[in-house]
C-alpha cells in the first residue's frame, strides 16, 4: 500500500543553522505531496505541498520539491528560527484511487536551540 | 481566519463507555474528516464524510464507531464502547474540494485527547 517515511527524529539544531529533513514516498501513481507542521497545542497546520513531479512548494522560507525519480519530498529551510520548533509531518494524498485521505509519515520532532 | 475546532480538548474515560468527540469544521467547507494518532505512533486516516454519507473509511473505523452531522455546523465521532487501545488523539478536519489543485487543503483542529483507563 501508499506510504511515506520520514528521517529517525528527533532533530535538534542551533538558531540559523540549515534543516533538511528527509521524506520519501511508496505510491501507485503520482500523488499530491504535503509538509504538514504542529506547533505545541495546535492542531496540523499544511505548510506548503506540490502536486505534480518538480512542483516546489515553499513557504515561510522553507521549502520541499517533488521529486518522481528518487520518490522524496525533503524539507529544508536555509536558516532556523526558535519559532520553528514544532512538530512536522509529511504525508500524500491521492484524489484518483484512495479518495481524500491524507496518509502521514511519522513526524519528526524539530527543536531549535537560541 | 477560519478554523476547524474540537471539543472537548482532554477526554477521559472508562473502558466500555460511550464517548462524543466533537468538531465544527470551517463553515463552507463540504468534506469532513476523522484522523487519530496514538501516542508515538503515525497519525492514521480513519473516515471522510460528503453529504451526509460516509465517502470512505480506513480498516480501524468498526462498527464501534460511527460519525454524524447533527446539525449544520457539527460533526460528531461516537465511539460505542471504548477499549484501552482507543487512547489516541483525535483530530477533525474539513476541505471544500476533493482533487488536486490549490483547494484541496484539508484543515485541521487542535485534536482531542482521548484517555480510556
Known amino acids: 500500500g501508499d506510504s511515506v517515511t520520514q528521517m529517525e527524529g528527533p532533530v535538534t539544531l542551533s538558531e540559523e543553522a540549515f534543516l533538511t529533513i528527509n521524506c520519501t514516498y511508496t505510491a501507485t501513481g503520482y500523488p499530491s505531496l504535503f509538509w504538514y507542521v504542529q506547533y505545541p497545542g495546535e492542531g496540523l497546520q499544511l505548510l506548503l505541498k506540490?502536486?505534480?513531479?518538480?512542483d516546489k512548494g515553499s513557504n515561510k522560507g522553507f521549502e520541499a520539491t517533488y521529486r518522481k525519480e528518487t520518490t522524496s519530498f525533503h524539507l529544508e529551510k536555509g536558516s532556523v528560527q526558535v519559532s520553528d520548533s514544532a512538530v512536522y509531518f509529511c504525508?500524500?494524498?491521492?484524489?484518483?484511487?484512495?479518495?481524500?485521505?491524507?496518509?502521514f509519515g511519522e513526524g519528526t520532532q524539530l527543536t531549535v536551540n537560541p | 481566519e477560519p478554523e476547524v475546532t474540537q471539543t472537548p480538548s482532554h477526554q477521559v474515560t472508562q473502558m466500555g463507555q460511550e464517548v462524543i468527540l466533537r468538531c465544527v469544521p470551517i463553515?463552507?467547507?463540504?468534506?469532513f474528516y476523522w484522523y487519530r494518532q496514538i501516542l508515538g505512533q503515525k497519525v492514521e486516516f480513519l473516515v471522510s464524510f460528503y453529504n451526509n454519507e460516509i465517502s470512505e473509511k480506513s480498516e480501524i473505523f468498526d462498527d464501534q464507531f460511527s460519525v454524524e452531522r447533527p446539525d449544520g455546523s457539527n460533526f460528531t465521532l461516537k465511539i460505542r464502547s471504548t477499549k484501552l487501545e482507543d487512547s489516541a488523539m483525535y483530530f477533525c478536519?474539513?476541505?471544500?474540494?476533493?482533487?488536486?489543485?490549490?483547494?484541496?487543503?484539508?484543515?485541521f483542529g487542535p485534536g482531542t485527547r482521548l484517555l480510556v483507563l
Open positions: 478536519a474539513s476541505s471544500d474540494f476533493r482533487g488536486t489543485g490549490v483547494r484541496e487543503t484539508q484543515y
Open positions: 463553515s463552507n467547507h463540504l468534506y
Open positions: 506540490a502536486t505534480k513531479a518538480d
Open positions: 504525508a500524500l494524498k491521492f484524489w484518483e484511487t484512495s479518495g481524500s485521505r491524507l496518509t
